[in-house]
C-alpha cells in the first residue's frame, strides 16, 4: 500500500459499528462508544483539582453548597474555579461487557458512588498487629459497613496486591477478611550480637578488644537493618505509585484506609518555600519543627532525604489522582511497653522504664508521621484508639461527603516546586479539609525516566491501570495463534505539537502472557510514534485509536496482561483476561 492511500473497511469491536482508516498499512483509528465521558483529567492540561470535605463544629458534614462558597488560594494568591462537582454525583452504569471484550474504562470500574480501598500493610506492620487490624476488620464488616459502599481490599507485602476488587457486597468482603493471614516481618527474629565473653581473660585489652568486636557487629546488623527499612521505604513508593495508576482515570475523590504501624517516610515537602505563616497553620502539630527535629522521626527524615524525587513524584502523582489517605494505626492503644516496627535486636534497652521512654517517642513519632500523610492528601489520621473500626468507619463516611474544585493555576512555570493551597468557605461555624498542596511537576518534561520500569511495574498491577483507558478484544485466529484487538481513547494520551502544526502520539503497547503461578511465558510490543495532521488528529481524538496484534498462543490455564503506555507522560491503562 502507498503511504499516503487512505482505505477504509468496517468491523465489530464491544458491539458496535466502527469504521476503519488504514495509515501505511499498520496504523487504524476506530469509533469508541459514545457514551464514554470525557476525562477529568486531561493528559495535556494542568488543571489542579482540590476535594473539600466540609463539616460543622461537630464533625457533620455540610451539603448544598456551591462553587461560589468557596475561595481556593494557591500561595496566597486567589485561583479562578473552573470546575466545580458537588458530592452525590454518580457515574452512569455500563452496559455488560460481551464475551472477549475487556475494558478499562471508568464506567466499568466504578459504575456508582465513590470507591473506597482497604489497604492491609503486612510491609510495615508487625505481625501480631496485622492479626489485630484483621479482626477489627470482621468485625466492621459484620457491624458497621453499609452495603452500596463500592470498597476494595488490598494488601501490601512485597508487592501491592489484592484481595478483592470492588464489590458493595458486605458478604463478599466478609470472605475476603477470612482468607487473609498474616505475614511475619522480614528479619523480625534476627539475634542481636553475641557479647564475647572476657571473663577469664580479665585484661584491660581483651576488654577493649571484646567491646570493638561488639561494635563492629552492631555496625554490621545496622547496615542489614537499614537495607530492610530501604525496602520498606521502596515497597511503599511502589504502591502509592500502583494506587495512583489503578485510580487515577477513575473521577472523584479515592479513599485509601492505611491500615499500617508505621510509614517510612513522610509526604511533608523538604523544599520550605512557604511563609512561616502559612508553615504554623498548615502543620500546627510541628510547633515549627521539622521532621528530622523529632526523635524517632529522624528515621522518616533521612529517608525522605534519600528518596527525595522518587517520594515528590509519588507526591505528584496521588495528587493527580485524588487519592486520600486515611491512616489508621494498627497497634491500637500504645502503653510504650509494646514492641514496635522500629525496634532493633542490638538495641540493650534492660531498663524498663528507659525503654518505655525510648518506644513511646518512637510512636509519638510514627503516629505524627501518619498525621502528615493524611494532611498532604486530604484524609485524617485514626490513632492510639483500640477500635480502630471506628477509624474505618470516620474515613468511609468521608468518601461521598467531598466537593471537588478544580483551577488553572496563574502560575504557569512548572518547576517542581512545592505550591501551599488554601481553601476558605464563606460559611460561619464550617471546616474544611483537604490536601495542603502540591508538586508541580510536569510529567511530561521528566527526564531519566525509565520506560521500561513503568511498563513492567503496570504489568504487574493486580487490576486494571486507568490512566489511559482502552477496551480491547482477544479471540484466537488459529492454532496457536491469539489476535488481540486494542481500541485507545485518545483523550487519555498526550501529544506533541510539530511543524506543520500536526500532532505527534508517542505510545507503545505491551502483552504478556503468564503462567498460574506468575511466570512469564512471552511477551510483546507495539510502538505508534507518528505525526498526523489536523483532520486525522481530530478523528482521532473523536473516535478512538484501534491497534491490532498477532501473539503465539502457549497452552495452559494462563492470563493474558495487557499495557498501553503514553511514553510523554508515562501514564498508562491496562488489562488482564484469561485464557
Not at 88 to 97: H, I, N, S, T
Not at 146 to 169: C, E, H
Not at 455 to 475: C, G, H, I, N, R
Request: aromatic share 6%; net charge neutral.
Amino acid at each position: 500500500m502507498a503511504k499516503n492511500t487512505w482505505h477504509t473497511r468496517w468491523a465489530c469491536v464491544t458491539g458496535v459499528i466502527v469504521v476503519t482508516i488504514v495509515v501505511s498499512g499498520w496504523f487504524q483509528a476506530g469509533q469508541s462508544t459514545s457514551d464514554v465521558p470525557v476525562p477529568t483529567i486531561r493528559a495535556s492540561t494542568h488543571l489542579v483539582l482540590v476535594d473539600v470535605v466540609v463539616t460543622d463544629k461537630q464533625g457533620k458534614h455540610i451539603d448544598g453548597l456551591r462553587a461560589e462558597d468557596f475561595v481556593v488560594q494557591e500561595k496566597g494568591k486567589n485561583q479562578k474555579i473552573a470546575f466545580f462537582t458537588p458530592p452525590g454525583e454518580v457515574q452512569k452504569r455500563a452496559p455488560e461487557l460481551p464475551p472477549g471484550i475487556y475494558s478499562n474504562k471508568p464506567e466499568y470500574r466504578s459504575p456508582g458512588g465513590p470507591l473506597v480501598i482497604l489497604l492491609l500493610d503486612a510491609a510495615n506492620t508487625p505481625f501480631k498487629d496485622q492479626a489485630y487490624a484483621r479482626e477489627q476488620m470482621l468485625k466492621f464488616v459484620k457491624e458497621q459497613y453499609k452495603p452500596g459502599q463500592r470498597t476494595a481490599i488490598f494488601t501490601l507485602t512485597n508487592s501491592l496486591g489484592v484481595l478483592q476488587d470492588f464489590t458493595s457486597d458486605p458478604e463478599v468482603l466478609l470472605k475476603a477478611f477470612q482468607r487473609y493471614q498474616p505475614l511475619a516481618q522480614e528479619m523480625a527474629n534476627a539475634a542481636g550480637p553475641r557479647v564475647p565473653n572476657t571473663s577469664s581473660e580479665g585484661g584491660v585489652g581483651s576488654q577493649a578488644l571484646s567491646e570493638g568486636m561488639v561494635e563492629r557487629m552492631r555496625d554490621f546488623q545496622n547496615i542489614q537493618l537499614a537495607y530492610v527499612l530501604d525496602r520498606r521505604v521502596t515497597t511503599t513508593l511502589a504502591a502509592m505509585r500502583s494506587l495512583a495508576r489503578i485510580l487515577g482515570g477513575i473521577p472523584g475523590r479515592k479513599s485509601v484506609i492505611w491500615v499500617t504501624a508505621s510509614f517510612p517516610y513522610s509526604l511533608i515537602p523538604e523544599d520550605r518555600s512557604v511563609s512561616e505563616a502559612e508553615l504554623a497553620e498548615s502543620l500546627p502539630s510541628q510547633r515549627q519543627l521539622g521532621l528530622d527535629t523529632r526523635a524517632g522521626g529522624a528515621i522518616a527524615g533521612v529517608e525522605r532525604e534519600g528518596h527525595a524525587q522518587e517520594i515528590r513524584e509519588a507526591s505528584a502523582q496521588l495528587a493527580s489522582a485524588q487519592v486520600a489517605i486515611y491512616p489508621v494505626d494498627a497497634r491500637g492503644l500504645m502503653s510504650g511497653m509494646e514492641a514496635t516496627i522500629d525496634d532493633t535486636p542490638s538495641r540493650q534497652l534492660t531498663d524498663l522504664h528507659g525503654a518505655a521512654t525510648v518506644r513511646m517517642s518512637d510512636v509519638t513519632a510514627t503516629q505524627e508521621t501518619m498525621r502528615d500523610i493524611a494532611r498532604e492528601t486530604g484524609g485524617v489520621a485514626y490513632i492510639n484508639q483500640n477500635e480502630i473500626r471506628e477509624g474505618v468507619a470516620i474515613a468511609m463516611g468521608d468518601s461521598g461527603a467531598s466537593y471537588t474544585l478544580g483551577y488553572y493555576p496563574e502560575d504557569k512555570k512548572w518547576d517542581g516546586k512545592y505550591r501551599s493551597i488554601k481553601v476558605k468557605l464563606n460559611r460561619d461555624g464550617s471546616e474544611a479539609r483537604y490536601r495542603r498542596g502540591y508538586f508541580a511537576i510536569d510529567l511530561a518534561t521528566l527526564k531519566d525516566r525509565n520506560a521500561e520500569q513503568g511498563a513492567s511495574e503496570a504489568l504487574q498491577d493486580s487490576v486494571p491501570d486507568t490512566l489511559v483507558t482502552f477496551s480491547a478484544q482477544v479471540k484466537p485466529t488459529g492454532a496457536g495463534k491469539l489476535g488481540v484487538d486494542f481500541l485507545v481513547d485518545a483523550r487519555t494520551l498526550a501529544t506533541e505539537d510539530v511543524s506543520g502544526g500536526n500532532k505527534k502520539f508517542n505510545v507503545v503497547l505491551y502483552t504478556a502472557i503468564f503462567s498460574p503461578d506468575g511466570k512469564m511465558l512471552g511477551s510483546q510490543s507495539l510502538k505508534v510514534d507518528q505525526a498526523f495532521d489536523a483532520a486525522t488528529y481530530q478523528q482521532i481524538a473523536s473516535k478512538g485509536m484501534l491497534l491490532h496484534m498477532d501473539l503465539n498462543l502457549p497452552p495452559g490455564k494462563n492470563q493474558l496482561r495487557m499495557v498501553v503506555r503514553d511514553n510523554r507522560t508515562g501514564h498508562t491503562g491496562s488489562l488482564s483476561a484469561p485464557l
